[in-house]
């Protein structure tokens, strides 16, 4: 709208100028033309699902948290992806690329790093320490909470953080760091 409106003044600031000029051209004239209609798009997940199909059975999926390899089914309309072992909706899984773990979530955004050591899988933290499964909960906006022993550490879909021990409490906002005593 804003185009159309700055396209009418244009046009009548040029023709009030080509009236002020002597020249012998005496009009300026502009055709206007809008289309208003629907446009219904669907989403076609099926190469996604080739794709999950043709990993699963390489072993590439594992479970986000047991670490166990999961088939990975996608549908073709929805794009919702399934554990085909028991039918439940996946909302994490791993995806082993080149012996990295991966975590991603059901939309496919890679989120954190993850191994496998004597059968427990960890993940990576913000500071680069490795916990449990049990120990993290990811909320589905991207979000996650984790709590060990002597840490509480909370990280927000943009970035920002919140970390408490026990004697400190820490918030990086907007890439800027504060920092209180208990």
Aim: proline share 1%.
């Amino acid at each position: 709208m804003k185009k159309q409106i700055f396209s009418v003044v244009a046009v009548v600031s040029l023709g009030f100028t080509a009236c002020n000029n002597d020249s012998d051209t005496t009009s300026i004239s502009a055709d206007t033309t809008t289309t208003t209609g629907t446009m219904n798009t669907t989403t076609d997940y099926s190469a996604m699902a080739d794709e999950f199909n043709r990993n699963s059975e390489a072993g590439l999926y594992r479970d986000a948290q047991t670490g166990q390899p999961v088939k990975i089914s996608v549908d073709r309309t929805t794009g919702a992806k399934v554990n085909t072992s028991n039918n439940q909706p996946l909302t994490r899984y791993i995806y082993v690329d080149n012996n990295d773990w991966w975590v991603y979530d059901a939309e496919g955004n890679r989120l954190r790093q993850a191994r496998q050591e004597n059968n427990r899988v960890l993940y990576q933290d913000e500071n680069n320490l490795w916990v449990e499964w049990d120990k993290i909960k990811w909320d589905e906006d991207g979000s996650m909470k984790m709590k060990n022993d002597d840490m509480k550490i909370k990280t927000e879909a943009d970035g920002d953080m919140k970390i408490k021990t026990g004697d400190k409490k820490i918030k990086v906002e907007d890439g800027k760091t504060k920092v209180k005593d208990n």
